[in-house]
């Protein structure tokens, strides 16, 4: 399933894809598979992401 939670977030701040691999340290093919739902991240990404965009995990992950 898609995120498009994620990538709405993401964009809210301006941030490229590149941008915030870099910063949780990811590359941005993982942040792409993750927003396109073909990659399920550990919860201490999902924690770094989260913190990087200012949301909660519920308002980025779960259902």
């Known amino acids: 399933m898609k995120n498009l939670r994620l990538k709405a977030a993401r ?3 301006d941030l490229s894809q590149q941008e915030l ?11 792409n598979a993750i927003e396109k739902g ?4 550990t919860i201490n990404l999902c924690l770094k992401i989260c ?9 980025l992950f779960w259902e």
């Open 11 to 13: 964009a809210a701040l």
């Open 21 to 31: 691999a870099e910063r949780v340290g990811v590359s941005r093919q993982t942040i």
């Open 38 to 41: 073909d990659y399920n991240p």
């Open 51 to 59: 913190r990087e965009l200012g949301k909660t995990l519920d308002e």
